[in-house]
Each structure stands twice: as structure tokens, then as C-alpha cells.
């Protein structure tokens, strides 16, 4: 079975701060990860992806296989950044099953 | 937008009626997901489709059935709505190739009295 936990709910942080959300997963095979992000009244949409190694408005994810993490990195949060956050992982086999996590919402205070 | 809608976007409807939601894509993609969205469960994976009548069970199926006649379409079906089904239904897509990710649509919010 495969499994993501994201263990903050709210995760609150000032304008120029650091942001760290957390993200574990449980997985008997080779993951795919993902981060979503949902807007206020917007539908989700993709942030990154692991295998991409690429850093969107800033933010940046590393696989950890070791400790089953893929926690989601800004250096300096922004106002704009107050959303909804959803890791995703999506097995490799052939069915392309994805499964989301709880979510974290991410508020930046001025 | 991935060429993704959903409809009704909006639906109160009473317990024990049966509610169809639609899901409807022009990128002829393959595989199709449905998801609600509920406060403190995030999204949890109802059934998926990956390819015409070829489906399978998420994690919270129960209560639900799906169908996908055409590529284009796939149908979530309340056989007797609950309250419990009060939620935000949300369909994906995804080609299901390479590192290919997922679009979702705008979502239907469904109200069960």
C-alpha cells in the first residue's frame, strides 16, 4: 500500500521567513513525488515534480529515499505563497494509481 | 486548463437520490481520476479509470460506481446519496506516460441534505 503523510495542518510563517512543509511517504517500490498547490477558489495545480530537480516561484523538493521524505523548501516566503499544499505520490507500476496527502495549509502573515 | 470540465459544478440534493457527476476532457488522455476533497482528509482517491471501461477502486469507494463509455468521459454515480457524500468532487486526468502529472478540473460541489 502506499501511503503520504503531511503532519501540519497550518503551517504559519511571516513574510521573508523560511518555509519548510514536510512531506513522508510509504512505498515498497520506486516512488514518483509530487507537489500540488490549490489557491483560494482555484483548482489544484502542479508545483513540482522530483524527477524534474527544478525549483518553481522559488520553491524547491528533494527526494530523500533514506528517510522517506520529500519536504517542500522556500528560503523567503512571500505573500502570494498563502495556499493550500498537497504532496502526491504516484506508483510506478502500471496503473498509475496517485495518492495525496492530507494537505498543509501554508498562511504568511505581512 | 487541460481541456477539463466537470458538471454540475454546483448540487444540493436530498439523502437517498442518486447524483451523477460528469467529468469531461478534450485531450484524450488516458487516464481519468475522481478525488473529494474533504477539511482534514485532503484528497482521497475515489475510483480511476485507465482506459474505456477499464476502472478500478480508490481508497473510499465505497457507495460509489464510475463508468467510461468514451475516452472523453467518466461518470461518478451516487446510487443513494448520504450526507456523508457531502464534499468537493474533483476529476483529474493524466496521460500516463513518462513523467506526465496530473490536471484537475474546477470541481463540483455536492451537497447532500
Known amino acids: 500500500a502506499q501511503r503520504v503523510t503531511q503532519p501540519e495542518k497550518l503551517l504559519s510563517v511571516f513574510k521573508g521567513a523560511p518555509v519548510e512543509l514536510k512531506c513522508n511517504y510509504s512505498?515498497?517500490?520506486?516512488?514518483?513525488l509530487f507537489w500540488y498547490v490549490q489557491y483560494s477558489r482555484q483548482r489544484l495545480q502542479l508545483l513540482l515534480r522530483?524527477?524534474s530537480r527544478e525549483s518553481i516561484k522559488g520553491f524547491t523538493a528533494d527526494l530523500n529515499k533514506g528517510e522517506t521524505s520529500f519536504h517542500l523548501k522556500k528560503p523567503f516566503a512571500q505573500e502570494e505563497d498563502s495556499a493550500m499544499y498537497y504532496c502526491?505520490?504516484?506508483?510506478?507500476?502500471?496503473?498509475?494509481?496517485?495518492?495525496f496527502g492530507t494537505g498543509t495549509k501554508l498562511q504568511v502573515i505581512p | 486548463d487541460a481541456g477539463i470540465t466537470q458538471s454540475p459544478r454546483h448540487k444540493v440534493t436530498e439523502t437517498g437520490t442518486p447524483v451523477t457527476l460528469r467529468c469531461h476532457q478534450t485531450?484524450?488522455?488516458?487516464?481519468m481520476y475522481w478525488y473529494r476533497q474533504d477539511p482534514g482528509h485532503g484528497l482521497r482517491l475515489i475510483h480511476y479509470?485507465?482506459?474505456?471501461?477499464?476502472?478500478d477502486k480508490g481508497e473510499v469507494s465505497d457507495g460509489y460506481s464510475v463508468s467510461r463509455s468514451k475516452t472523453e468521459d467518466f461518470l461518478l454515480t451516487l446510487e443513494s446519496a448520504t450526507s456523508s457524500q457531502t464534499s468537493v468532487y474533483f476529476c483529474?486526468?493524466?496521460?500516463?506516460?513518462?513523467?506526465?502529472?496530473?490536471?484537475f478540473g474546477p470541481g463540483t460541489r455536492l451537497t447532500v441534505l
Open positions: 502526491a505520490l504516484r506508483n510506478s507500476g502500471g496503473y498509475q494509481k496517485v495518492t
Open positions: 479509470s485507465y482506459g474505456v471501461k477499464d476502472t
Open positions: 485531450e484524450n488522455h488516458r487516464y
Open positions: 512505498y515498497s517500490g520506486s516512488p514518483e
Open positions: 522530483h524527477i
Open positions: 483529474a486526468i493524466s496521460l500516463g506516460r513518462g513523467t506526465d502529472t496530473q490536471y
